[in-house]
């Protein structure tokens, strides 16, 4: 069964302070993986889209990695501010002609000054 | 600018009580999709279309109905609303089936009584 799990399910950091959140998944056959970012109330907004053969990738100050063979990923934040505060959620796509994406729960961050 | 606009942005409605919410995109896009986000549960597909005139069911149909006769609108039918149908949803859409980008409208908060 294709399965994107993302730990932890929510997280409190200090503004400045860096944090990592983590993706596992059990999807096949791979295609690629993003990382989305929402604001609450918000529509996911695309940070990176990574393929299998890109093991980092950045955004400002948000950097993802991918390790294609044990099937998992992190996003870096650096520096934290406050506007980081959101959910983060990780998508992976099931390569089967067309777009079939299996969805994380996401990360839920509040960044405190 | 490039976007996808749903509309309403909120709703409260009574059950069996017919709606329809839009979606619209202004990036000549040939994908586009629904999603319904509910707590701990993440984002789940509801219907696809990959182009005018060709939709397809995705992993939670039940309930509703789609239509895409023009490229650029794809409206989500709930023809008889039930209180298991409240949830927030989601528009997207994106250059092609294959993959890329996938962009959300601002989402739509249902309530059914």
């Known amino acids: 069964k294709n399965q994107v799990e993302q730990s932890p399910q929510s997280l409190i950091i200090l503004e400045g302070k860096n944090c990592t959140l983590q993706?596992?998944?059990?999807?096949?056959?791979?295609?690629?993986l993003r990382w989305y970012k929402q604001d609450t109330g918000r529509g996911p907004v695309s940070l990176t889209i990574m393929t299998f053969s890109e093991n980092t990738k950045s955004n400002g100050r948000y950097t993802a990695t991918l390790d294609a063979d044990t099937k998992q990923s992190s996003l870096h934040i650096t520096a934290s501010q406050l506007s980081d505060s959101a959910s983060y959620i990780c998508v992976v796509s099931v390569n089967t002609g067309f777009q079939k994406l299996v969805f994380g729960t996401g990360t839920r961050l509040l960044v405190s000054p | 600018e490039a976007q996808v606009t749903q509309n309403p942005r909120y709703l409260i409605t009574v059950t069996g009580k017919k709606l329809t919410v839009t979606c619209s995109q202004n990036?000549?896009?040939?994908?586009m999709s629904w999603y319904r986000q509910d707590p701990g549960l993440g984002l789940r597909q509801i219907y696809y279309?990959?182009?005018?005139?060709?939709?397809d069911k995705g992993d939670v149909p039940e309930g509703y109905k789609v239509s895409r006769k023009e490229k650029r609108n794809f409206p989500l039918i709930l023809e008889s609303p039930s209180p298991n149908q409240t949830s927030l949803y989601f528009c997207?859409?994106?250059?092609?089936?294959?993959?890329?980008?996938?962009?959300f409208g601002e989402g739509s908060r249902l309530t059914v009584l």
């Open positions: 993706c596992n998944y059990t999807v096949s056959p791979f295609s690629n």
């Open positions: 279309s990959m182009n005018v005139e060709v939709t």
């Open positions: 997207a859409s994106t250059r092609t089936s294959g993959g890329g980008e996938l962009f």
């Open positions: 990036m000549n896009h040939e994908y």
